[in-house]
């Protein structure tokens, strides 16, 4: 039996719901580009030459368990959420990798491990949900090996470097699902202020359908059949989550048309003066 299939889905005080509250409650994890932009993102991170790679925000598990699976190293996966964290290790026994990936809950502006550690470090999908990135890329760079790679891909309107900008009212339910979305050249911007050499920057848009299929197939069918049952349980059962989710569900496909992702790689200099 689940171990979380018995317990409340959604018990908090009186506020209403976040998205990332609503993705933990039913086990999914927010995550663009399916395995296609992840597989660009290991190759680009060399994690065939990395011993201990960092994930970082790592939902429900699947991203550790993947590489687990596909590279000979070991993993250490944090997320700021316990259950999420509950998720991934209930993946990681499932897909027979628990014994390589080590789970703790960690924020990322404050990430609880010494300086020059990972070879490499993994973050997918997070950094739209984390108002001060400047500090969250610095903690990212610390923890990185001087020769190491980092990757801090997230979402960003689309557009080019100058998009038109949306109407208010869509604005606000894009961001909905990602209160600290910037600016495609916001986001090199940052990157570019860090130290990392060789930075990568690849910026790619978001196709509604596409990222439903994208979705299912990264975290299985038998997942995401399951999510669906707790969604309805929730919109059954719950009115504050009832509530949080009509206006998560009422996203207008010309919102999601604004939306795209990015890739951003770089190395750290082995000087030690990545930040």
Same mark, same amino acid.
Request: contains cysteine.
């Given at each position: 039996?689940?171990?979380?299939?018995? %317990?409340?889905?959604?018990?908090?005080?009186?506020?209403?719901?976040?998205?990332?509250?609503?993705?933990?409650?039913?086990?999914?994890? %927010?995550?663009?580009?399916?395995?296609?932009?992840?597989?660009?993102?290991?190759?680009l991170?060399?994690?065939?030459?990395?011993?201990?790679?960092?994930?970082?925000?790592?939902?429900?598990?699947?991203?550790?368990?993947?590489?687990?699976r596909?590279?000979?190293?070991?993993?250490?996966?944090?997320?700021?959420?316990?259950?999420?964290?509950?998720?991934?290790?209930?993946?990681?026994?499932?897909?027979?990798?628990?014994?390589?990936?080590?789970?703790?809950?960690?924020?990322?502006?404050?990430?609880?491990?010494?300086?020059?550690?990972?070879?490499?470090?993994?973050?997918?999908?997070?950094?739209?949900f984390?108002?001060?990135?400047?500090?969250?890329?610095?903690?990212?760079?610390?923890?990185?090996?001087?020769?190491?790679?980092?990757?801090?891909?997230?979402?960003?309107?689309q557009?080019?470097?100058?998009?038109?900008p949306?109407?208010?009212?869509?604005?606000?339910?894009?961001?909905?699902?990602?209160?600290?979305?910037?600016?495609?050249?916001?986001?090199?911007?940052?990157?570019?202020?860090?130290?990392?050499?060789?930075?990568?920057?690849?910026?790619?848009?978001?196709?509604?359908?596409?990222?439903?299929?994208?979705?299912?197939?990264?975290?299985?069918?038998?997942?995401?059949?399951?999510?669906?049952?707790?969604?309805?349980?929730?919109?059954?059962?719950?009115?504050?989550?009832?509530?949080?989710?009509?206006?998560?569900?009422?996203?207008?496909?010309?919102?999601?048309?604004?939306?795209?992702?990015a890739?951003?790689?770089?190395? %750290?200099?082995?000087?030690?003066?990545?930040?």
């Open positions: 039996m689940n171990s979380l299939e018995n %317990k409340p889905i959604y018990t908090a005080g009186d506020e209403e719901p976040t998205y990332l509250d609503i993705q933990a409650a039913v086990g999914i994890s %927010k995550h663009m580009g399916g395995y296609a932009a992840t597989d660009e993102l290991h190759r991170c060399h994690l065939e030459e990395a011993q201990e790679v960092l994930d970082v925000g790592c939902g429900i598990g699947v991203g550790p368990a993947y590489i687990a596909q590279f000979d190293c070991q993993m250490m996966a944090v997320d700021i959420s316990e259950k999420m964290l509950s998720w991934a290790r209930q993946r990681a026994r499932r897909e027979g990798v628990a014994d390589r990936i080590a789970f703790r809950k960690a924020d990322v502006r404050e990430l609880p491990f010494e300086d020059d550690r990972f070879d490499a470090v993994i973050v997918e999908s997070v950094l739209a984390v108002e001060d990135k400047e500090t969250a890329i610095r903690e990212l760079i610390r923890v990185t090996q001087p020769g190491g790679y980092g990757s801090p891909p997230s979402n960003s309107p557009g080019g470097e100058e998009p038109e949306p109407p208010p009212d869509m604005l606000t339910k894009v961001l909905y699902i990602g209160p600290a979305i910037l600016t495609e050249a916001e986001w090199r911007a940052v990157w570019e202020a860090t130290k990392m050499e060789a930075r990568t920057i690849q910026t790619r848009p978001l196709e509604a359908k596409q990222e439903v299929r994208d979705r299912i197939k990264w975290v299985g069918w038998r997942s995401a059949l399951s999510a669906q049952g707790r969604v309805l349980k929730l919109l059954l059962t719950n009115p504050r989550s009832r509530e949080a989710l009509k206006e998560q569900l009422d996203t207008p496909a010309d919102a999601i048309k604004l939306i795209g992702y890739l951003f790689v770089g190395r %750290k200099p082995a000087d030690r003066e990545g930040g």
